[in-house]
């Protein structure tokens, strides 16, 4: 559970340093790049010790799985809240199939 919290947060970093200035499409580039740096900092804070501690439990196949689905539920939530952009149902079925690509992954064949 602490690797899929740690990912969690270190999603939430990411999702801002990425696509938080998007907001703000005024802001000058530079400065965005900086600011994202600073953001990213904090993302790596979190990354790295999830995916060390997240090793011992899992394969780095199975950690990036989780990795991409936690990445796609922040983002999600993200791009509603934060950025105003509604979900259609082709996002839905597409992050439906990434979620039976994690039943293939996961599962003991």
């Known amino acids: 559970m602490t690797t899929i919290v740690l990912l969690t947060i270190s999603n ?3 999702t801002f340093a ?4 998007l907001k703000y499409r005024q802001a000058p580039l530079f400065k965005v790049i900086i600011i994202s740096w600073g953001i990213a900092f904090f993302e790596y804070c979190f990354q790295v010790p999830a995916n060390r501690i997240g090793s011992y439990e899992f394969n780095v196949v ?6 991409e689905v936690i990445t796609l539920t922040v983002f999600s939530v993200f791009s509603v809240l934060y950025l ?5 149902w082709n996002y ?3 992050f439906a199939l990434i979620v039976a690509a994690v039943f293939v992954i996961f599962k003991k064949w």
Do not use: A, C, E
């Not at 990425?18 to 200035?21: D, K, L, S, V």
């Open 12 to 14: 939430l970093f990411m």
């Open 18 to 21: 990425w696509y938080g200035h």
């Open 62 to 67: 199975q950690l990036k799985t989780i990795q």
């Open 84 to 88: 105003d952009q509604p979900i259609k």
């Open 92 to 94: 839905i079925l597409g």
